[in-house]
């Protein structure tokens, strides 16, 4: 009786959108926000934005990304820097 309770509240939880791609959507947001806030500290510090791999060797960003790339392109200032998840669209809303 309990395991078939669990398996009628698992399945309600499942399709009244328990599992949404919100938890996701702001998953990559909030990565992507502390991606930008160590580029920052970087430019700040160094002059020019970098990659993820040498924000982690230096310190910048204490966490592997999941969902959100970065790409560096040298210019004026600290250049430009592009973060984006390439995996996930999220809608502009």
Do not use: W
């Amino acid at each position: 009786m309990l395991a078939l309770s669990f398996i009628v509240g698992f399945s309600a939880f499942v399709l009244f959108g328990a599992t949404t791609n919100r938890g996701t959507a702001g998953a990559i947001r909030a990565e992507r926000s502390l991606i930008m806030s160590a580029e920052r500290a970087r430019c700040d510090r160094d002059g020019t934005y970098t990659s993820i791999s040498t924000l982690r060797r230096e310190g910048f960003l204490t966490f592997k990304p999941v969902y959100n790339s970065a790409v560096y392109l040298p210019g004026p200032h600290c250049g430009t820097i592009i973060i984006g998840s390439p995996n996930y669209q999220l809608s502009a809303g």
